[in-house]
């Protein structure tokens, strides 16, 4: 399998990445945030929902990194900044837009009621694929699946 790189530019390009990393694992640690660059950006180990379709073993996580452009600043809640070791599972990718203009927050949805919102100039990401894969007998699941 080829390795992932994608950019999302508005909500429908967002729709795709948030599914590619629907269920990815990071620590605390992994979460950088350089604010003269406006860049936000998270290591993470995806799990390869791409090649899940029709196994019932085997499948794959990947290590990937996030990268968020003109963010203006971060807020996060329901994890310890201080906790560089500490496990977070993201769900979901959502950008909530702020009236008429490009700008808004962009949340990133965690496991356990977490979350970490993005004050963002506009839409502008990008999801890449930075390692090989390797095999994980486990798929995640979610309630109603």
Known sequence: ?????????????LA???????DAVLRVGDISFLPKSQ???LAVNRFVWEAAEGQRKNFERRRAVLTFKRVASVRSIGFDRGKPTE?????????MQQGEGPDGTMELVLSG????????ECIELQLADTGGAWETSHKPS???D
């Open 16 to 22: 795709v990445i948030s599914a590619h990393v629907q």
């Open 142 to 144: 979610h309630p109603g």
């Open 1 to 13: 399998m080829t390795s992932l790189k994608l950019q999302a530019l508005d909500q429908d390009d």
């Open 113 to 120: 009621g977490g979350m970490i919102a993005l004050d963002m």
């Open 39 to 41: 860049q936000f950006s």
């Open 87 to 95: 496990i977070l599972s993201l769900l979901a990718l959502r950008f």
